[in-house]
Nanobody, 124 residues
């Protein structure tokens, strides 16, 4: 069992930066792939980025590639999403998720555990 709590969301101007954090509790966090998804009002939840449990695979949605960076610190049971050059269309609730060991990283249904979400609003 893994519990996840996101933090770091807020209001930021276009072109600005935010760093989201996801704190995990429960045993064997290091055996889970972790990911970020986001959901804007009236839209489906969409994949943002993921990193495998062995850190041998990192993937990004095309919409964030070159702007966002995912990382994890297994010793601290933490994972992060550094978001730079933020755009209005990045506004959404961001969720962290964990899937045991070897999920298909881009697929929402592969993830077993979810945080409650943190709001990111990009506005001038």
């Amino acid at each position: 069992q893994v519990q996840l709590v996101e933090s770091g969301g807020g209001l930021v101007q276009p072109g600005g930066s935010l760093r989201l954090s996801c704190a995990a509790s429960g045993r064997a966090f290091n055996t889970y792939a972790v990911a970020w998804f986001r959901q804007a009002p009236g839209k489906e939840r969409e994949f943002v980025s993921a990193i495998s449990w062995g850190e041998d695979s990192i993937v990004y949605a095309d919409s964030v590639k070159g702007r966002f960076t995912i990382s994890r610190d297994n010793a601290k049971n933490m994972m992060y999403l550094q978001m730079n050059s933020l755009k209005l269309e990045d506004t959404a609730v961001y969720y962290c998720a964990a899937g045991y060991k070897n999920p298909r990283l881009r697929i929402l249904k592969e993830y077993d555990y979810w945080g409650q979400g943190t709001q990111v609003t990009v506005s001038s």
